[in-house]
């Protein structure tokens, strides 16, 4: 495994949806209901607007080709939205600038996985870019709420764990999401087979930067 697939799976699906939902449920056991509906709701949101971007581009072919767009980065999308809210919360509400500079860090880190995700030729300048920001519109108003409760052991435990999950992939989950997206496109879409990267539905062929990267696997996120 190559370091810039390793890093990749700090945005895995498989991996950051387990802590969305732990997220959701911790904040509502702490007493903090507002918190967990904003919480849950930002973060289904952002994971409905990417799902939906690649089930057009997927089912219909509808994209940009000038930005060579087929869809949000699912693995920036999520890096961007969890990563910062998990280190935010690990550490103690009392250390307040320490908790700025943890969100910081959680934030270079989503970074980090769009460009690798850029190294791997698994997806375009655009679609790396868009999945950030719709990841960082659900966590920085999160980690700017005042009234969430902070829990260093708890949020620990859970980055422990996603550690420990990333240097044991699970090989049978790790990428399956986009298998199941390809599939509910063509259910959908009656199609039997998904748009690939190059193919646009409203035009009769790619423009020319476009077809050069035409073999660039759309990849798993």
Known sequence: MSHWHLVSLFGESAYLLPCAVFLALWLYWRGAPGSARHWALAFATAALLVLASKLAFM????GSAALNFTGFSG?????ASVLPVLLYLAVPAARRRLGWLAAAAGVALALLVGVSRLALHAHSVSE????????????LPFILRRTTPHGPLAMVLASVVLATALVMPMTGTVGASHGLIQQLAMLLSGRDRPFQRGEWAMHGRAPAYATMHAAVRSGPG
């Open 75 to 79: 693995h920036a999308m999520m890096a």
């Open 128 to 139: 790396v870019a868009g999945g950030l920001g719709v990841g960082l519109c659900v966590s």
């Open 59 to 62: 089912g219909w072919g509808i």
